[in-house]
């Protein structure tokens, strides 16, 4: 079996975290990411370091989790952090060996970015595990609701969530049993190079996209049958609850907020 | 009575009427009249436009000749097609392209909140439903998690929280194992029973003679129209239709032939076996 990749994401559990309403949580996650770059030396990249690992704490999920997040960034992380070593000039030579001068300020800038963008990372890691996928997606579409008279399709950008979210076991299944099928006709998927092996998974794809097709018309039908007549007058079974959490959540950012600009530079 | 479905000279075809080809008909000048209460069973070949008569049913087509009247509403008018609807349940033949909601129970308020139904009272009908199709406590279950029959029933169970007075099955049993068919046809026995006409397209026989009423459509017109009985007493036309007899039906048919005394309007198995046990002990 194949794994299924999207729906490992989300840990259940009950911590604080995973009790925030999805909207405070999508806000604040959102607005962190914009004061991030607000920091700009040792005290002001501390507190953001103290928050996330505050987060961290909260959420409950087992650290081995959140860091095997991590990894695939790990690279991402690394390659940014070499080329400042390499290319920022200025405050000094503290290394010299060959072509390869590193220059104090390389050494802080590498430092500053890589610990930027770990924290960038974990917040939205944290994010997508302690919110189930149908809840982001609600309060993504409450979120932008208001937005809905300047012509943004609010609701039809949920539905299409979370219909993509519904459909994705359905079509991962269908894929595992294409592959199969075609295993048993003789396809060969592991042998050759990179070119050859994305070449052999094309008749895998075929299939899948026509019964997608397929599937998606038999819905429409099955939706409109049922009523489905776009977003006016619907009501909902899923209710968010704003809670005093929530506000405190915002409040916290608030004053994160107003701390970086006073411990900046 | 005033009937619930009324269809008179409904004639429909696919694909436009400019594009040059002569249209193939799928219907033509059909009559039918369903009545509250009743329970249907639709027959007939691979095109013989069940399906097609079913999408009329509840307005997903509209009729190029004729009139349809649903409960005296009008599918052809805009403002009438919520409300029927809202009367005309219909449970498809894929059970998996048919769910919508993440879980079980969002699947199951997705046609409540097309219509408007108030929170409080869509929690109400949820647990009422998933109750009578046998889901209770799967509530939070995500619908890939379901068999094939569970699947279905959460359709029905969507369609019967709007409570329709009319439910098309559209061959809704088809991809079913047999525990998965049984499961089905015995949630629709019972709502049969509590007074919601049933529209059973089917291609099982089997299936029909739970009916009290059989149409079989080929070429586009009505062949028969009657109690399922009557569908055995025209044994050698229903393979013109592509339908097979069942067991017990042939079975009877062929020991009626060798001049044994059994009845003639035996449907099912059960009273087969009954003839044959009252034959063996006065034997």
């Known amino acids: 079996m194949i794994q299924n990749p999207i729906l490992g994401q989300y840990v259940p559990g009950d911590s604080p975290l995973h009790r925030l309403d999805p909207r405070a949580k999508l806000l604040f996650v959102f607005c962190f990411m914009v004061v991030v770059f607000l920091a700009n030396n040792g005290a002001s990249y501390g507190l953001l370091a103290g928050v996330t690992v505050l987060a961290?704490?909260?959420?409950?999920?087992?650290?081995?989790?959140?860091?095997?997040?991590?990894?695939?960034?790990?690279?991402?992380?690394?390659?940014?952090?070499i080329l400042h070593l390499w290319l920022t000039r200025g405050g000094g030579v503290i290394l010299e060996w060959g072509p390869f001068i590193i220059h104090r300020n390389g050494a802080l800038q590498a430092g500053w970015i890589s610990l930027r963008f770990l924290i960038l990372i974990l917040m939205g890691t944290l994010l997508t595990l302690t919110t189930s996928p149908i809840a982001l997606t609600d309060g993504l579409e409450r979120l932008l609701s208001p937005?809905?008279?300047?012509?943004?399709?609010?609701?039809?950008?949920?539905?299409?969530?979370?219909?993509?979210?519904?459909?994705?076991?359905?079509?991962?299944?269908?894929?595992?049993?294409?592959?199969?099928?075609?295993?048993?006709?003789?396809?060969?998927?592991?042998?050759?190079?990179?070119?050859?092996?994305?070449?052999?998974?094309?008749?895998?794809?075929?299939?899948?996209?026509?019964?997608?097709?397929?599937?998606?018309?038999?819905?429409?039908?099955?939706?409109?049958?049922?009523?489905?007549?776009?977003?006016?007058?619907?009501?909902?079974?899923?209710?968010?609850?704003?809670?005093?959490?929530?506000?405190?959540?915002?409040?916290?950012?608030?004053?994160?907020?107003?701390?970086?600009?006073?411990?900046?530079? | 009575m005033e009937p619930i479905l009324q269809l008179d000279g409904v004639g429909y075809h696919y694909g436009s009427p400019g594009d040059g080809n002569d249209p193939e008909w799928i219907l033509t000048g059909l009559n039918l009249c369903v009545n509250p209460g009743e329970y249907l069973a639709v027959m007939g070949p691979n095109g013989s436009g069940k399906s097609t008569l079913a999408k009329l049913m509840n307005g997903l087509l509209t009729p190029i000749t004729g009139k349809i009247r649903?409960?005296?509403?009008?599918?052809?008018?805009?403002?009438?097609?919520?409300?029927?609807?809202?009367?005309?349940?219909?449970?498809?033949?894929?059970?998996?392209?048919?769910?919508?909601?993440?879980?079980?129970k969002d699947d199951v308020a997705f046609g409540m909140e097309n219509?408007?139904?108030?929170?409080?009272?869509?929690?109400?009908?949820?647990?009422?439903?998933?109750?009578?199709?046998?889901?209770?406590?799967?509530?939070?279950?995500?619908?890939?998690?379901?068999?094939?029959?569970?699947?279905?029933?959460?359709?029905?169970?969507?369609?019967?929280?709007?409570?329709?007075?009319?439910?098309?099955?559209?061959?809704?049993?088809?991809?079913?194992?047999?525990?998965?068919?049984?499961?089905?046809?015995?949630?629709?026995?019972?709502?049969?029973?509590?007074?919601?006409?049933?529209?059973?397209?089917?291609?099982?026989?089997?299936?029909?003679?739970?009916?009290?009423?059989?149409?079989?459509?080929?070429?586009?017109?009505?062949?028969?129209?009657?109690?399922?009985?009557?569908?055995?007493?025209?044994?050698?036309?229903?393979?013109?239709?592509?339908?097979?007899?069942?067991?017990?039906?042939?079975?009877?048919?062929r020991l009626r032939c060798h001049g044994m005394p059994i009845r003639e309007d035996i449907t099912g198995m059960e009273e087969l076996v009954e003839d044959l046990w009252t034959l063996l002990s006065k034997a």
């Open chain 2, 70 to 104: 649903v409960a005296g509403l009008d599918p052809g008018n805009d403002r009438d097609l919520p409300l029927i609807r809202r009367k005309v349940g219909m449970v498809f033949q894929n059970p998996d392209n048919q769910i919508v909601g993440t879980t079980v």
């Open chain 2, 115 to 253: 219509m408007g139904v108030p929170r409080k009272q869509m929690l109400i009908r949820i647990r009422e439903v998933l109750e009578r199709t046998g889901l209770a406590g799967l509530e939070e279950a995500s619908p890939h998690h379901l068999s094939g029959g569970q699947k279905q029933r959460l359709a029905i169970a969507g369609v019967i929280a709007m409570q329709p007075e009319v439910i098309i099955f559209d061959e809704a049993t088809s991809m079913l194992d047999p525990t998965g068919r049984r499961e089905v046809l015995e949630v629709m026995g019972e709502l049969y029973q509590g007074g919601t006409t049933i529209i059973h397209i089917t291609h099982s026989p089997q299936e029909a003679i739970r009916a009290e009423r059989v149409l079989v459509l080929a070429e586009g017109q009505p062949q028969l129209d009657g109690p399922p009985a009557e569908l055995f007493r025209h044994r050698e036309q229903l393979a013109d239709w592509s339908l097979e007899m069942p067991l017990a039906a042939e079975l009877k048919e």
């Open chain 1, 56 to 81: 961290v704490g909260l959420s409950g999920v087992p650290v081995w989790m959140i860091l095997r997040g991590l990894k695939p960034i790990l690279y991402l992380i690394l390659l940014t952090a």
């Open chain 1, 147 to 265: 937005l809905t008279r300047i012509g943004v399709p609010a609701h039809e950008l949920a539905l299409m969530m979370s219909i993509a979210l519904r459909f994705i076991p359905t079509l991962w299944e269908e894929t595992d049993k294409i592959i199969k099928a075609q295993r048993a006709r003789g396809a060969d998927f592991e042998s050759g190079g990179l070119y050859k092996r994305a070449k052999s998974y094309l008749p895998v794809l075929i299939p899948l996209f026509i019964s997608s097709f397929r599937r998606a018309e038999d819905l429409a039908l099955a939706m409109e049958a049922r009523g489905y007549r776009g977003g006016r007058g619907r009501t909902r079974i899923r209710e968010l609850h704003w809670g005093r959490a929530d506000t405190v959540s915002l409040l916290i950012l608030a004053l994160l907020t107003v701390g970086l600009l006073w411990l900046r530079n």
